[in-house]
């Protein structure tokens, strides 16, 4: 009997298989020299650093998303070290920008150049690792991925993230659902003020539950207090500064992808009050596969909300999924502007809704 989610092994695989372990380790790790010889000698490496994570990226996407996607289940065996890698090298890109940013070699276009490119890679494959890392079961893999949201100033979504988000998705009731109709800059400031309440009310819980140790929230505090000092000693009060500014950079990407995956998808409640249960239809996907791949699977988000503990390599693209038009790097950018977002995705949240009507219709038909 075949194990789940696992291709047979007779079959023959895709041309992404084949490569899929190339995939992942390039579209996340190649930026790093890029980024770092853009921190050091600036000149065409700072344009080429943030070209090759947007214009390049966003190219290849519109390219792969039209060729024949992997079988579901493919995964490759060196996928935790991966995750592990990318863990430790955002502390040396965060290191390595607040330095060439305080410093004083760089013109002001140099600089603005390796922000923009370290601040996307922390934004996009950081935050997407981190992601991973704190839905493993391991404590070390977890505790790494929080210590990459602390340096970021943003621990208590290790918290949220898990014990809010995945609780209450698609509901009103979860602060990082954004609602039809509401424009990114009325949601950002209340998802993080939400996701840091309701993360701390659920850390309470458990304590009073009789869950044992330190409340997280003294961590994270404690941990971004120490991240921020560490920049002080290693660049000055530039260096927050630059810090400070990378930080909200990254966080403001991860809010953005939380706004793009779940905009305007609702789960129906049922006669007792009660959501249905999470299903494809609450999360929008994508099927690009460079930024899925630069983002450890994160577009792939319906599987992941259905089998969070699964690994990012195994995730699916359920067919009955809604799709995003473009890539969610691209969506994102979108997002930015209110009026276009809600021209492009108002319709496709209305034939959504329009579907599960008629879907729970005919379930009390039955």
């Not at 921190?39 to 390049?56: C, D, E, R, S």
């Not at 060729?67 to 890698?85: C, D, K, N």
């Not at 260096?239 to 789960?267: I, K, N, P, T, W």
Request: with cysteine.
């Amino acid at each position: 009997m075949e194990r789940e989610g696992r291709p047979r092994k007779d079959a023959l695989p895709t041309a992404f298989e084949v490569v899929m372990p190339f995939a992942f380790a390039t579209a996340t790790l190649l930026p790093l020299p890029l980024i770092a010889a853009a921190m050091v000698w600036g000149g065409i490496w700072a344009l080429v650093a943030p070209l090759a994570l947007t214009l390049l990226a966003a190219t290849l996407d519109e390219i792969g998303a039209r060729l024949a996607p992997p079988r579901p289940g493919a995964e490759f065996p060196v996928s935790g070290a991966l995750s592990t890698a990318i863990g430790w090298a955002h502390f040396a890109v965060l290191a390595g920008a607040v330095w060439a940013l305080a410093g004083g070699w760089l013109g002001a276009l140099e600089k603005a150049a390796v922000f923009a490119a370290a601040g996307l890679w922390l934004g996009q494959v950081g935050n997407a690792n981190a992601h991973e890392l704190i839905h493993r079961s391991a404590r070390g893999a977890r505790r790494l991925g929080v210590a990459v949201y602390v340096s970021l100033l943003f621990g208590h979504h290790a918290s949220a993230h898990p014990l809010v988000h995945h609780v209450r998705v698609a509901t009103r009731d979860d602060p990082a659902t954004a609602r039809r109709g509401e424009g990114f800059w009325r949601y950002a400031p209340r998802a993080w003020r939400g996701g840091f309440r309701e993360g701390w009310r659920a850390e309470t819980a458990r304590r009073r539950a009789g869950a044992r140790g330190t409340h997280p929230y003294r961590i994270y505090a404690s941990g971004a207090a120490l991240a921020l000092g560490a920049s002080l000693l290693l660049a000055g009060w530039g260096g927050v500064a630059a810090h400070l500014a990378l930080a909200g950079f990254a966080q403001m990407q991860l809010l953005l992808s939380d706004y793009v995956q779940h905009y305007g998808l609702e789960r129906a409640r049922r006669g007792d009050g009660r959501p249905e249960p999470v299903d494809a239809r609450h999360s929008w996907n994508s099927p690009h596969p460079v930024s899925s791949w630069m983002m450890l699977n994160a577009p792939r988000h319906s599987d992941h909300h259905a089998r969070p503990s699964r690994p990012y390599p195994a995730l699916d693209l359920p067919q009955a999924a809604p799709m995003l038009p473009r890539s969610l790097p691209v969506m994102a950018c979108l997002a930015l502007w209110p009026r276009a977002w809600r021209r492009v995705m108002d319709p496709r949240v209305a034939k959504w809704r329009a579907a599960e009507r008629k879907g729970l219709a005919a379930e009390v038909a039955e």
